[in-house]
């Protein structure tokens, strides 16, 4: 391997570990109850349409980090939803997540902060950008405070790189 992908390989490994630490866990769990807190005050419409996750349709795009992505993977790898390469590049193809089934979402406990926020009601289009950019950085100082090397990309792509790698760390959490 080159440089540049032992430092991937690096990147990814460090994801999947930190994404399997309790203290991590529980700072990541933190940032959830926040963002549940703000949107039941915010109380927007959601009628399921699944529109946000059909990103080419919708004109959405979804961003995560790196523990996010991994934390996702994880988590639905744990539940019996893991998800393969195949099923990524098909998902591309339909211009939507892997997770989406019909019109809902199949890895409600590890979606990102990003599919929690985000609400196509227009009553909400002033605090989904607040709200977005707050749960952002708290999850930003996770990275740094626990020394996770920090990316932030777009949902597939990042995912590609976590559900591709091989190494022993990538198993499901508890295993
Ligand atoms: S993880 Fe769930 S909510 Fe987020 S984009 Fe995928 S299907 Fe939609």
């Known amino acids: ?6 430092e991937e390989a690096a990147s990814v490994r460090a994801w999947l570990e930190a994404a399997m630490r309790p203290e991590v866990e529980a700072a990541i769990d933190a940032i ?4 549940d807190d ?3 005050a915010m109380r927007p419409h959601c009628l399921a349409s699944g529109n946000c996750c059909r990103f080419e349709a919708h004109g959405h795009r979804l961003y995560a980090s790196g523990l996010e992505v991994a934390r996702c993977v994880l988590i639905c ?3 019996g939803r893991g998800i393969t390469t195949a099923d990524l590049e098909a998902a591309v193809e339909r211009g939507n997540c892997p ?7 199949t890895a409600r406990e590890g979606r990102p902060t990003g599919c929690r926020v985000y609400f196509c009601d227009p009553r909400a289009s002033d605090l989904v950008p607040e709200l977005a950019e707050r749960a952002h950085a708290a999850v930003r100082a996770i990275h740094d405070r626990f020394e996770i090397p920090y990316e932030y990309g777009e949902w597939r792509s990042m995912l590609a790189r976590v559900v591709g790698d091989r190494t022993p760390s990538s198993g499901s959490r508890g295993e």
Not at 32 to 35: A, E, Q, R, T
Not at 99 to 105: A, N, P, V
Request: hydrophobic share 50%; glycine share 4%.
């Open 1 to 6: 391997m080159n440089d540049a992908s032992d």
């Open 32 to 35: 959830l109850v926040m963002v």
């Open 38 to 40: 703000a949107v039941r």
């Open 77 to 79: 790898r744990s539940e």
């Open 99 to 105: 997770w989406q089934i019909g019109r809902l979402c």
